[in-house]
């Protein structure tokens, strides 16, 4: 296996670059293959993610060529039209073929998924949802078995409750080649979503009302192959603002490039300034400058535009920075804390009740052997291994590998002593 291995107290500096966006280019690729032909997508990250749902896309009978970041995929023949356990297993995001597949093919089988080994996570408003839009519902086997009357769906209105990401995309899949209209109230607005409605109109779908919370659809006969690039991710893009705000030395900026601040949501920004950290904003840049003294400010996390449930880990290590005592709420998982037990091993005095951890900041971080329980638990360790004293391991750092495409390359280029080496998680500890 793989661990990463950081030597804290380096200062953060130069220019970090965001990469692409994970969360928008999982179904950018789903949708490719709602029409025949060949769609080319522009920016994609070499993530274990998104390897996984080429893998996917294969099975269901796609061919998808990699070369660096840009996919194409050939998705005129769509002969097997499932996603089976082995694969949706591994990532959530492959429930999106169950819409794709719907609209695509007129029927689906797909294994309900897997994905972050955190809380539950149910799939219930994707399926009613499309059942909305007249699919005909079976579960056999841990499959749903979803069939369009007549190999096309009729359409159907669908009120979303909460709001949904991934429910909203899965939905308008299905949608988008049904015979008649549909529409979703209450659907995700968030710019993961925006940027992939985008990409349907591209390929001929009527689409109104896209970034508001009801959108509407038209069906269409069929779609059409695009040439479409993806967008920067806002996540990473909030990672390293928050690991300049810790590490970056005050009165020097950090810049960070590939940046769409307008995606992060005025919130974030809004909080992020509270904390006396300046954040100067460009057409494609961010200038990060760390204070003298960072100001403890908590946080609860909402929809989008609120504060994204995804920074929320990330933020906890800043407040261990901070001077004071705050909270970090998270409203949309309620379970989301598996990087407290692990970042307390390493000093930070933090304490979760129901679904609120108190963080009382100041404390010293003493570098210590951690383990990665999830994506964004895994870079919480990393920003807090950067201000720790001493060397910290971080281990099982796949789950970092689903979302963040070379960050402790990145990293060391802009001054942290970090570094990825083989290991044995078995291997008996080191005698003393």
């Known amino acids: ?5 950081i030597r804290g107290g380096r200062k953060l500096k130069g220019t970090l670059p965001v990469g692409s966006s994970k969360n928008t280019a999982l179904p950018l690729m789903a949708a490719s293959i709602l029409a025949g032909g060949v769609t080319t997508l522009r920016h994609i990250p070499v993530l274990r993610d998104t390897q996984t749902f080429s893998h996917v896309l294969r099975v269901a009978g796609a061919f998808v060529d990699v070369e660096g970041h840009q996919l194409t995929i050939d998705a005129t023949r769509i002969e097997f039209p499932e996603a089976p356990y082995e694969l949706v297993k591994k990532l959530r995001a492959s429930f999106y073929m169950l819409g794709a597949l719907l609209g695509r093919c007129g029927r689906a089988r797909v294994s309900l998924p897997g994905g972050c080994a955190w809380g539950p996570r149910p799939v219930n408003l ?8 007249g699919a005909t519902i079976d579960l056999d086997e841990g499959d749903i ?3 369009a009357p007549g190999r096309r769906l009729a359409g159907g209105s669908f009120a979303l409750e909460p709001s949904s990401v991934g429910a909203t995309v899965n939905i308008l899949l299905a949608a988008v080649t049904a015979k008649g209209t549909s529409r979703i109230e209450n659907a995700a607005i968030e710019p993961d979503v925006v940027v992939f409605c985008e990409m349907l109109k591209a390929m001929g779908a009527r689409l109104a009302g896209v970034g508001t919370r009801t959108i ?3 069906g269409v006969d069929s779609l059409t192959r695009v040439n479409f690039a993806n967008c920067p991710d806002r996540i990473e893009l909030g990672t390293f603002m928050i690991a300049a705000a810790i590490s970056g030395t005050p009165g020097e900026r950090v810049r960070l490039t590939n940046a769409r601040a307008d995606h992060l949501g005025e919130e974030f920004l809004h909080i992020f300034r509270r904390t006396g950290t300046e954040c100067v904003i460009g057409d494609t840049t961010i200038d990060v400058t760390a204070p003298e003294v960072l100001q403890p400010v908590s946080v609860t996390t909402s929809i989008y535009p609120g504060f994204p449930t995804d920074l929320q880990a990330q933020w906890t290590v800043l407040l261990t920075q901070a001077h004071g005592t705050s909270t970090v709420t998270d409203t949309v998982y309620f379970d989301r804390f598996n990087h407290i037990p692990e970042l307390n091993r390493m000093g930070v005095q933090a304490r979760v009740e129901n679904n609120t951890v108190t963080v009382k900041g100041g404390s010293v971080l003493k570098g210590a052997r951690v383990m990665s329980t999830d994506l964004r638990a ?12 001493g060397t910290t391991h971080i281990g099982r750092i796949y789950h970092l590998d689903r979302g963040y495409e070379r960050l402790e390359s990145k990293l060391a280029a802009a001054g942290i002593d970090i570094e990825r080496v083989q290991y044995d998680e078995f291997a008996a500890p080191p005698s003393r």
């Open 126 to 133: 994707h399926i009613e949802g499309i059942k909305a839009l």
């Open 145 to 147: 078995v979803a069939t």
């Open 378 to 389: 895994s870079v919480s360790l990393v920003l807090a291994g950067m201000v720790a004293e």
């Open 1 to 5: 296996m793989e661990k990463l291995v």
């Open 216 to 218: 509407e659809v038209e």
